[in-house]
Nanobody, 121 residues
Framework: EVQLVESGGGLVQAGGSLRLSCAAS????????IGWFRQAPGKGRELVSF????????YYADSVKGRFTISSDNASNTVFLQIDSLEPEDTAVYYC??????????????WGQGTQVTVSS
């Protein structure tokens, strides 16, 4: 059974930092890209970052470049999202996802349950 379990969300003041974790199981970690999406209230789900499974290449949305850093610990099949200089606009539910490539964002392979990030001004 595929499982993606997020943790690390919470309430933080603007300018602060959080590190989100996504523990993956039930599939071959290297065969999938692992990414982070977010969905703010009243908005659609947005891909913010992903890391390729086989080559470790990374992608960041323009809105988060320079503040978000994705990394992985292959020994524990865990992907992290370090979020620095948090802004109120970062408030959203953050979802971990796994997909062979994220080429089709309308058909993503697997999803986690989400973790809430709330940034106060």
């Amino acid at each position: 059974e595929v499982q993606l379990v997020e943790s690390g969300g919470g309430l933080v003041q603007a300018g602060g930092s959080l590190r989100l974790s996504c523990a993956a199981s039930g599939f071959t970690f290297d065969d999938y890209a692992i990414g982070w999406f977010r969905q703010a209230p009243g908005k659609g789900r947005e891909l913010v970052s992903f890391m390729g499974g086989s080559d470790g290449t990374t992608y960041y949305a323009d809105s988060v470049k320079g503040r978000f850093t994705i990394s992985s610990d292959n020994a524990s099949n865990t992907v992290f999202l370090q979020i620095d200089s948090l802004e109120p606009e970062d408030t959203a539910v953050y979802y971990c996802a796994a997909d062979p490539s994220f080429e089709n964002l309308y058909s993503v392979g697997y999803w986690g349950q989400g973790t809430q990030v709330t940034v106060s001004s």
